[in-house]
Nanobody, 125 residues
Framework: QVQLVESGGGLVQAGGSLRLSCAAS????????MGWFRQAPGKEREFVAA??????YYSSTTQGRFTVSSDNTKNTVYLQMNSLKPEDTTVYYC????????????????????WGQGTQVTVSS
């Protein structure tokens, strides 16, 4: 069974930090790449960060503030979010890409097959 479970969301003041966790089943964690996306109501799913054996990747809006990492002993991927802004407020999703994961497709939601249920992050001003 493929399962991704996010946790760590919550309410934080602007400038604060949160760490999201994504606990993955073994099958999901063995994917080519693991990613974080976020989606506000009425908007498309937005790429946040991703990690694979070849490196980590970030969007222009999160580069320098967010850090993606993984713990292979726990089958868990993390998203450390620092210097949070009110515009970071939304639901964050963890995703796994079992197929091809390249420099051209890592930021596309269509690359990812398995998705978690999401965790809400709210940043107050």
């Amino acid at each position: 069974q493929v399962q991704l479970v996010e946790s760590g969301g919550g309410l934080v003041q602007a400038g604060g930090s949160l760490r999201l966790s994504c606990a993955a089943s073994a099958r999901a964690f063995g994917s080519s790449g693991m990613g974080w996306f976020r989606q506000a109501p009425g908007k498309e799913r937005e790429f946040v960060a991703a990690i694979s054996l070849t490196g980590s990747y970030y969007s222009s809006t999160t580069q320098g503030r967010f850090t993606v990492s993984s713990d292979n002993t726990k089958n868990t991927v993390y998203l450390q979010m620092n210097s949070l802004k009110p515009e970071d407020t939304t639901v964050y999703y963890c995703a796994a890409a079992p197929g091809a994961f390249t420099n051209e497709n890592y930021c596309s939601a269509g690359t990812y097959v398995y998705w978690g249920q999401g965790t809400q992050v709210t940043v107050s001003s």
